[in-house]
């Protein structure tokens, strides 16, 4: 549980510092749909044979909140054994 709030809280850090950088809400909604697109691509082809990060509300959510950075986060804590 205190992996899922503290990576929800990371994905609300990143949404915020693109937000600050990037000040237009087109890119941050593309970016957004990139970071969802990458999670089901990954998924859906096995990349890197790693296995499956889990589709859940949480993960939609940190791949709607971060975009790329948030698939990357999922990434690494798959990486680690740490699912959501």
């Avoid at 992996?3 to 087109?26: D, G, P, Q, S």
């Avoid at 697109?37 to 993960?59: Q, R, T």
């Avoid at 975009?67 to 054994?81: E, S, T």
């Amino acid at each position: 549980m205190i992996e899922t709030i503290l990576t929800l809280v990371i994905a609300i850090v990143i949404a915020v510092i693109l937000w600050y950088f990037l000040k237009n809400v087109t890119k941050l909604i593309i970016n957004s749909v990139v970071g969802i697109i990458l999670l089901l691509v990954f998924n859906f082809f096995n990349i890197f044979g790693m296995g499956d990060i889990p589709i859940n509300v949480a993960s939609i959510l940190i791949c709607a909140l971060g975009g790329i950075p948030g698939f990357v986060v999922l990434l690494v804590l798959n990486l680690v054994g740490i699912t959501i």
